[in-house]
């Protein structure tokens, strides 16, 4: 490890390209985030790496991270990212932390429904107490929110959290399911009591007209 650490110093003294792209778009940023390499993520940082650089799908290195599920690295180019963002208008440190508490920030949201999606709770915990909107970002497929993709991994603890961060119960997405359909076409029962519990619309209808109990 100690190995590996030094010799990426060395190759960062030497000036190597570090926003090269490999055959995926992906930048070494992305890569060690997604490897949850907290070491070479800071190493990288320091040497201002783009953070908010994308790959060809549109992730950045912190969307990476938050799928390798290590908190300190999404918590290190979260407020990388932020910082980032915001140079340009020259924000003072306590201008930068009020920024962490912007409901629009899409890296944020998009980490908040990776985590919910991959039933990391700890995570999912972190990203909430920073602030975001726990329905800020929907999958490009079809429209699901965080709250709607727990619900189908059938992760109750998640559930329970986005609920009590305010997540909406009966959003849909763009088949009209809300987070009750789709737990209910996944026959777990568990979830649809709790989904019931917490005030879902039972009767809400998809775009075939079927309600959760037709499903």
């Keep these: 490890h100690n190995s590996n650490i030094n010799v990426f110093r060395n190759l960062l003294a030497a000036k190597v390209n570090i926003e090269a792209r490999d055959k995926d778009g992906a930048t070494p940023l992305m890569l060690v985030a997604g490897r949850g390499q907290f070491e070479m993520i800071n190493l990288l940082l320091e040497v201002n790496a783009d953070v908010v650089a994308t790959d060809p799908n549109g992730h950045t290195a912190l969307e990476y991270a938050s799928k390798s599920g290590q908190g300190n690295c999404i918590t290190a180019l979260e407020d990388s990212s932020i910082k980032a963002r915001f140079a340009h208008a020259n924000l003072d440190d ?54 709607q993709s727990a619900a189908l991994g059938g992760y109750s603890d998640i559930i329970k959290l986005l609920l009590y961060a305010r997540a909406a119960i009966n959003l849909t997405n763009s088949d009209k399911y809300t987070a009750i359909h789709l737990a209910s076409s996944k026959g ?28």
């Design 94 to 147: 306590k201008s930068v932390a009020d920024a962490n508490k912007l409901k629009d920030n899409s890296d944020h949201n998009k980490a908040i429904f990776d985590s919910s999606s991959s039933g990391k709770l700890d995570i999912l915990r972190k990203l909430l107490a920073k602030g975001g909107n726990p329905d800020g970002y929907r999958d490009k497929f079809n429209r699901n929110s965080a709250l």
């Design 188 to 215: 777990l029962k568990d979830i649809v009591n709790q989904l019931v519990n917490g005030g879902a619309d039972v009767n809400c209808t998809t775009k075939e007209n079927y309600s959760a109990l037709y499903i």
